[in-house]
Every structure is written in structure tokens, then in C-alpha cells.
T-cell receptor, first 110, second 115 residues
Framework: KQEVTQIPAALSVPEGENLVLNCSFTDSAIYNLQWFRQDPGKGLTSLLLIQSSQREQTSGRLNASLDKSSGRSTLYIAASQPGDSATYLCAVSSGNQFYFGTGTSLTVIP | DAGVIQSPRHEVTEMGQEVTLRCKPISGHNSLFWYRQTMMRGLELLIYFNNNVPIDDSGMPEDRFSAKMPNASFSTLKIQPSEPRDSAVYFC?????????????FGEGSRLTVL
């Protein structure tokens, strides 16, 4: 069974810092990997989708990479802002399901 | 597009009452998913539909839970009778493509409190 792990569970950084969030998965047979953002009391907002044949995707200050062979993905956030404070979840589609990590809670301190 | 629309956003009910949660997926999407999120267990898949047909309901916790998708633009999740342990945020999500290959889009969720 696919297992998805996100470390660290929580991260606090000063505004302006570049940061990396990590996602690892145990089974490399995936269709795609998706990064989401969740604000308190809200739904999950899709940030980036990386197909299994791709290595990375970029959107504004966000860059996500995928290394299937090692079972890892990273979400790079450049020049962090207080508005980036949220929980970030990754999900892999594998077999017949989406498998979610438990998320990294990010706080960007002004 | 308006995105995935869920109602109600908040529901407070008493134990034993029937609860019905509603979802309108993104137009054109052919896969629909119901998830439950709690602090203890994170996100759990309850059931998913493809082309209005239930494909996997193994996550439905027990017979008190049922879900329907009568057409491509509407789905319901019903709990009868409700219990306090059902308190959670219930999310509906939709995607284009078969099974779990498409990009997943979530609604804002329905926060259920069972007293």
C-alpha cells in the first residue's frame, strides 16, 4: 500500500526566506503528484500537478519537483510572505486511489 | 467555472438525526470523490464515483453512511442516524479523467457537528 510522508509537520520561517517542503512516497508506480494548500476552515486548493512523466512544474514563486525513482517530491517557495502561511499537503495518485500526506503547517513570520 | 460547490457549509444536529450533504462537481468532470477530514485521521476517502457509478465505497465507515450520484452534476452523502463520532469536515472533490489520474479539485467542505 502506498504511504505518503511529509516532513516536517510544522515549519516557521521569517518573511522573505526561501523554503522547501518535502513529500516522500513508498511506491514509485504513480500517475501523478499534486500539491495542495489548505487554509484554516477552508478546502484544499490545488497548487501544482506533476504528471509521472514530468520532473517539475512551476507557478509563480512555487516550484515543485518529482523524482519517482527515489519516491520524493519537493515544493520550493521563493521569497516567502505571511500570506503563504497555511498547511501544505501532497497527494499521489497510485493504483486506484489518491494517497495524501498529513501536511506541513507553514508559518511565515512578518 | 464556479468550482466544486458544497452545501451546507455548516451543520449542527443532534445524535440520531439524518444528515444530508450535497455536492455539485465542476461541469464536465466525470469523477467525484467524498472525503472526510479529522484532526486524528487526516483525509479519508469515503467513496468515489466515475461517470455517476460508484466505483469504490470501501471507505464508507458503516451502513449508516450512503451516497448517491443521480446525475453528472449532483451527489449526496447521507448519514442516518448520525452519531457524535461522525463530527468532521466532509469534502467533495471532482476531477476529469477516469479513476485517479486527473487533477483533483476540492469544494470548501461541510463542517458537521453532531451533539
Amino acid at each position: 500500500k502506498q504511504e505518503v510522508t511529509q516532513i516536517p509537520a510544522a515549519l516557521s520561517v521569517p518573511e522573505g526566506e526561501n523554503l522547501v517542503l518535502n513529500c516522500s512516497f513508498t511506491d514509485s508506480a504513480i500517475y501523478n503528484l499534486q500539491w495542495f494548500r489548505q487554509d484554516p476552515g477552508k478546502g484544499l486548493t490545488s497548487l501544482l500537478l506533476i504528471q509521472s512523466s514530468q520532473r517539475e512544474q512551476t507557478s509563480g514563486r512555487l516550484n515543485a519537483s518529482l523524482d519517482k525513482s527515489s519516491g520524493r517530491s519537493t515544493l520550493y517557495i521563493a521569497a516567502s510572505q505571511p500570506g503563504d502561511s497555511a498547511t501544505y499537503l501532497c497527494a499521489v495518485s497510485s493504483g486506484n486511489q489518491f494517497y495524501f500526506g498529513t501536511g506541513t503547517s507553514l508559518t511565515v513570520i512578518p | 467555472d464556479a468550482g466544486v460547490i458544497q452545501s451546507p457549509r455548516h451543520e449542527v444536529t443532534e445524535m440520531g438525526q439524518e444528515v444530508t450533504l450535497r455536492c455539485k462537481p465542476i461541469s464536465g468532470h466525470n469523477s467525484l470523490f467524498w472525503y472526510r477530514q479529522t484532526m486524528m485521521r487526516g483525509l479519508e476517502l469515503l467513496i468515489y464515483f466515475n461517470n455517476n457509478v460508484p466505483i469504490d465505497d470501501s471507505g464508507m465507515p458503516e451502513d449508516r453512511f450512503s451516497a448517491k450520484m443521480p446525475n453528472a452534476s449532483f451527489s449526496t452523502l447521507k448519514i442516518q442516524p448520525s452519531e457524535p463520532r461522525d463530527s468532521a469536515v466532509y469534502f467533495c472533490a471532482s476531477s476529469l479523467g477516469g479513476g485517479h489520474t486527473g487533477e483533483l479539485f476540492f469544494g470548501e467542505g461541510s463542517r458537521l457537528t453532531v451533539l
